[in-house]
């Protein structure tokens, strides 16, 4: 995503995830990153009340203050989302603005878990406006540039 978003510059709104890692190269956490390079914690391995996925506990707040502003695409623009997975779906703010995005006249990336992270995620696996992508280790590398191409706004 984050290719594609170097690719898309100036023609898209949106954000990426990154995970977080100590000094020793383990993951800790993840943080969020608007393209417009505002970033924010999303998770981190941490004890204490509040959502959790797995040993993250999610930083529901930090997400919305990046990532909703991001969500605000304008038409003839692109909108990037990485990810709709069980952390950023704990915002119910996020599934209202996404499932809105969905039902604009905007062209859309976004990346899902393969299977499962619920019914909203079910719900836009079985759009019939949406295509699916397997990123593989055959095709990640030329993906961001089919996908940019497939995306960029048609010149005037």
Do not use: W
């Given at each position: 995503m984050r290719k594609v978003a170097d690719l898309l510059r100036g023609v898209a709104s949106g954000f990426y995830t990154e995970e977080v890692r100590d000094d020793k190269g383990q993951r800790i956490g993840f943080q969020v990153?608007?393209?417009?390079?505002?970033?924010g914690e999303l998770a981190r391995k941490a004890p204490g009340p509040g959502p959790r996925v797995g040993s993250y506990l999610v930083n529901v707040k930090d997400f919305e203050r990046i990532a909703l502003p991001s969500l605000e695409a304008e038409a003839g623009r692109v909108l990037l989302i990485d990810e709709i997975g069980k952390m950023e779906c704990c915002s119910e703010e996020f599934i209202r603005r996404v499932g809105r995005a969905f039902e604009a006249e905007i062209s859309i990336l976004a990346t899902i878990p393969l299977r499962g992270g619920g019914d909203f995620i079910d719900s836009i696996r079985r759009r019939q406006d949406v295509e699916t992508i397997l990123v593989a280790r055959e095709n990640r590398e030329a993906l961001p540039e089919q996908?940019?191409?497939k995306l960029s706004p048609p010149l005037p």
């Amino acid at each position: 995503m984050r290719k594609v978003a170097d690719l898309l510059r100036g023609v898209a709104s949106g954000f990426y995830t990154e995970e977080v890692r100590d000094d020793k190269g383990q993951r800790i956490g993840f943080q969020v990153i608007s393209l417009e390079g505002k970033q924010g914690e999303l998770a981190r391995k941490a004890p204490g009340p509040g959502p959790r996925v797995g040993s993250y506990l999610v930083n529901v707040k930090d997400f919305e203050r990046i990532a909703l502003p991001s969500l605000e695409a304008e038409a003839g623009r692109v909108l990037l989302i990485d990810e709709i997975g069980k952390m950023e779906c704990c915002s119910e703010e996020f599934i209202r603005r996404v499932g809105r995005a969905f039902e604009a006249e905007i062209s859309i990336l976004a990346t899902i878990p393969l299977r499962g992270g619920g019914d909203f995620i079910d719900s836009i696996r079985r759009r019939q406006d949406v295509e699916t992508i397997l990123v593989a280790r055959e095709n990640r590398e030329a993906l961001p540039e089919q996908l940019a191409a497939k995306l960029s706004p048609p010149l005037p």
